[in-house]
Antibody
Framework: EVQLVESGGGLVQPGGSLRLSCAAS????????MSWVRQAPGKGLEWVAN????????YYVDSVQGRFTISRDNAKNSLYLQMNSLRAEDTAVYYC???????????WGQGALVTVSS | DIQMTQSPSSVSASVGDRVTITCRAS??????LAWYQQKPGKAPKLLIY???SLQSEVPSRFSGSGSGTDFTLTISSLQPEDFATYYC?????????FGQGTRLEIK
């Protein structure tokens, strides 16, 4: 059974940093593109970033480019999102998701809530 | 960037009804479209990929069609567990973009 479990969410002040983790199991993690998708409270879904199987290609939505960094450790079956210079508008539930070769997201974690507030 | 527009934004229907949700892309995306179902407090679930391919273990009452700019998700006979919010998403070009969602409510 595919499982994705996010951790590391919480409350952070504007300008602060946070690192999300996603522990994967039940599939060959190193064979999949991986993504982060977020959802602000009461709002729709927004793709944030994705990373190729070997970690050599990474893509970001414009609003987080230069502030967020996606990474992975295939030896640990883990995906990460380092979030710096956080803003109130980054407040959301962050989901990690597996991605097909084209970015359609077939398995999702339960989400981690990030709240940016003073 | 490609914009995705869903209609209607919300719909009320009864168990057993046939429901159709429409998604329009601001430019052609071939058949690179996915549909997701999301229930309150839960993660989205992939229903349909590549416009019309049914994801594993998704009931056959769900179907998708379309190509280019216009797509539809059809639920042939609504079941109580189908009341949720549905999102389309284009996967043709970066950045991947979701529609604003369609909330399916019980009449």
């Amino acid at each position: 059974e595919v499982q994705l479990v996010e951790s590391g969410g919480g409350l952070v002040q504007p300008g602060g940093s946070l690192r999300l983790s996603c522990a994967a199991s039940g599939f060959i993690f190193s064979s999949y593109w991986m993504s982060w998708v977020r959802q602000a409270p009461g709002k729709g879904l927004e793709w944030v970033a994705n990373i190729k199987q070997d970690g050599r290609e990474k893509y970001y939505v414009d609003s987080v480019q230069g502030r967020f960094t996606i990474s992975r450790d295939n030896a640990k079956n883990s995906l990460y999102l380092q979030m710096n210079s956080l803003r109130a508008e980054d407040t959301a539930v962050y989901y990690c998701a597996t991605s097909m070769e084209v970015p359609m997201f077939d398995y999702w974690g339960q989400g981690a809530l990030v709240t940016v507030s003073s | 960037d490609i914009q995705m527009t869903q209609s209607p934004s919300s719909v009320s229907a009864s168990v057993g009804d046939r429901v159709t949700i429409t998604c329009r892309a601001s430019q052609g995306i071939s058949f690179w479209l996915a549909w997701y179902q999301q229930k309150p407090g839960k993660a989205p679930k992939l229903l349909i990929y590549a416009a019309s391919s049914l994801q594993s273990e998704v009931p056959s009452r769900f179907s998708g069609s379309g190509s280019g700019t216009d797509f539809t998700l059809t639920i042939s006979s609504l079941q109580p567990e189908d009341f949720a919010t549905y999102y389309c998403q284009q996967a043709n070009s970066f950045p991947p973009a979701f529609g604003q969602g369609t909330r399916l409510e019980i009449k």
